[in-house]
Nanobody, 128 residues
Framework: QVQLVESGGGLVQAGGRLRLSCAAS????????MGWFRQAPGKEREFVAA????????YYADSVKGRFTISRDNAKNTMYLQMNSLKPEDTAVYYC?????????????????????WGQGTQVTVSS
């Protein structure tokens, strides 16, 4: 049984930064694609970023490209999301996810149905 626990959310002013962490337990996820999603009030959960098992390959939603950076430390079984230049529209609950599926490219790993394991989410609020 895999458990994912997010942390690092909070309240920040526009233009500020936050770093989210996702700690995995139960078994190692060093061979798995992992990703971040977010869900704003009244909206569907949407893809934010994904990273391959080694951390060399990453993929981002257009809305966060150039501002967010996804990374992972397999020795710590932890994934991160560095969020810079935050905007009010980034306000959402952020979820980390992991999948046991194999993808040729991370462009294929952007759907909710692509992921098997989910964290409980962490709130990020950006004030204007």
């Amino acid at each position: 049984q895999v458990q994912l626990v997010e942390s690092g959310g909070g309240l920040v002013q526009a233009g500020g930064r936050l770093r989210l962490s996702c700690a995995a337990s139960g078994r190692t996820l060093s061979n798995n694609v992992m990703g971040w999603f977010r869900q704003a009030p009244g909206k569907e959960r949407e893809f934010v970023a994904a990273i391959n098992w080694s951390g060399i390959s990453t993929y981002y939603a257009d809305s966060v490209k150039g501002r967010f950076t996804i990374s992972r430390d397999n020795a710590k079984n932890t994934m991160y999301l560095q969020m810079n230049s935050l905007k009010p529209e980034d306000t959402a609950v952020y979820y980390c996810a992991a999948t046991s599926k194999w993808f040729t490219t991370l462009v294929q790993a952007t759907g909710l149905h692509d992921y098997d394991y989910w964290g409980q989410g962490t709130q990020v609020t950006v004030s204007s």
